[in-house]
């Protein structure tokens, strides 16, 4: 039940000049544009989840979609990769490597202030089934670490060529790699600009 009693808030000048503006922009009074956000603050909050954690869930959907990823179940991507793995075995591990490339480039590209922590970030959270999954980069050398008991062998041969597609796209190439099933480690170094490590 809505009670009719209205209360005062202290804002910044700044911020309450924008939301006006914004409720302006929307067709709504002030008043309404400051209800609406206290409700969805408190529908938020009901829901266990922050408002800065609701705008970073939806930063992250926004990220995963211009990086053209999709969602799928789990079991189905690792099922079709076992049978693309198995009928094609190198055209398969080509193209996870190219796809790789195409996303690396996406970030290179697309003009966000530092690439390499944007693409780790969004990768370490599109892989949110993956227990550990790290990448460093120390001066002109990145690591890669990704550890999860759920891949198949195939899957994770098939994984490590997308992250190596990812890491030539930023120039670096992989000078050490150690692979097992669920189990990836890379070390790459930045390419020279003749092209060589």
Avoid: C, H
Avoid at 50 to 74: P, Q
């Amino acid at each position: 039940m809505t009670s009719g009693r209205r209360k005062m808030l202290a804002a910044r000048e700044d911020l309450a000049d924008k939301v006006s503006e914004i409720a302006a922009s929307k067709g709504f009074t002030l008043f309404n544009m400051i209800n609406n956000l206290l409700a969805l603050a408190v529908s938020a909050e009901d829901m266990g989840i922050s408002l800065e954690g609701a705008v970073d869930n939806y930063e992250l959907i926004k990220a995963v979609r211009n990086a053209s990823f999709t969602l799928v179940l789990e079991s189905l991507l690792y099922d079709t990769a076992e049978i693309a793995y198995e009928r094609a075995k190198d055209k398969t591990l080509k193209t996870w490597f190219e796809a790789g490339v195409w996303v690396g480039r996406q970030y290179v590209t697309r003009g966000v202030e530092d690439a390499f922590t944007a693409i780790r970030r969004d990768l370490k959270a599109f892989s949110w089934n993956i227990p550990e999954f790290t990448m460093e980069k120390l001066e002109k050398e990145v690591s890669v670490r990704v550890l999860s008991p759920r891949f198949s062998e195939s899957y994770t041969l098939l994984f490590n060529r997308f992250l190596e597609g990812i890491l030539e796209a930023f120039g670096y190439g992989v000078t050490y790699k150690e692979i097992g099933k669920g189990n990836i480690r890379l070390e790459a170094a930045k390419r020279g600009a003749n092209g060589k490590k």
